[in-house]
């Protein structure tokens, strides 16, 4: 059975820094790996989806890696803003997306 | 940009109404789903639909539950009766072969 799992749990930082967050993975056999942010009370957004042939993926100051053999991925911040305070979850796809539970991420000024 | 669209985006029920949530995916998208995000934790798959047809519903309580795609479009997700521990966020997803999934608002339901 596919376990996914986030850590941290929360993360509270400065404006300015950049930041890792870790997802893993037990099962490599997946189509691909997916990460959302969700605001609290809201649905998720999509913010980087890696096919299970890259290794990883940009979007303006957000990185994504994936490593399937290791059963890891990471989320890259970079210069870390108030407006990234939210959950970040990570998903894999098999035959259903299954998700970790979060990292609760808050960036003061 | 397409989103998936959900309503209500909130709802408060008395324990033992019945209650029912509507989502329209993105258009061409054959694979819908349903989610239950319990607050603190991560969204659970109820439900998974290709076309009109439910693909998974493992997760389902079918004793109370039930979901339906009839035309293979929209989709309405009911819950008779409602119970105390069904309060969570009610989340509906489409998705496009390997194109990831996109998700809609979510239907935040509080039972009292």
């Known amino acids: 059975k596919q376990e996914v799992t986030q850590i941290p749990a929360a993360l509270s930082v400065p404006e300015g820094e950049n930041l890792v967050l870790n997802c893993s993975f037990t099962?490599?056999?997946?189509?691909?790996l997916q990460w959302f942010r969700q605001d609290p009370g809201k649905g998720l957004t999509s913010l980087l989806l890696?096919?299970?042939?890259?290794r990883e993926q940009t979007s303006g100051r957000l990185n994504a890696s994936l490593d399937k053999s290791s059963g890891r991925s990471t989320l890259y911040i970079a210069a870390s803003q108030p407006g990234d305070s939210a959950t970040y979850l990570c998903?894999?796809?098999?035959?259903?997306?299954?998700f970790g539970t979060g990292t609760r991420l808050q960036v003061f000024p | 940009e397409a989103e998936v669209a959900q309503s209500p985006r909130y709802k408060i029920t008395e324990k033992s109404q019945a209650v029912a949530f509507w989502c329209d995916p993105i258009?061409?998208?054959?694979?819908l789903y349903w989610y239950r995000q319990i607050l603190g934790q991560g969204p659970e798959l109820l439900v998974q639909?290709?076309?009109?047809?439910?693909?998974?519903d493992s997760q389902l309580p079918k004793d109370r539950f039930s979901a339906e795609r009839l035309k293979g479009v929209d989709s309405t997700l009911k819950i008779q009766p409602a119970e105390l521990g069904d309060s969570a966020m009610y989340l509906c997803?489409?998705?496009?072969?390997?194109?990831?999934?996109?998700f809609g608002s979510g239907t935040r339901l509080t039972v009292v």
């Open positions: 997803a489409s998705s496009l072969q390997d194109y990831g999934y996109t």
């Open positions: 890696i096919q299970s042939s890259q």
């Open positions: 258009s061409g998208h054959a694979t």
């Open positions: 998903a894999v796809s098999t035959d259903k997306l299954i």
């Open positions: 639909f290709q076309d009109e047809s439910v693909v998974d």
């Open positions: 099962d490599s056999a997946i189509y691909n």
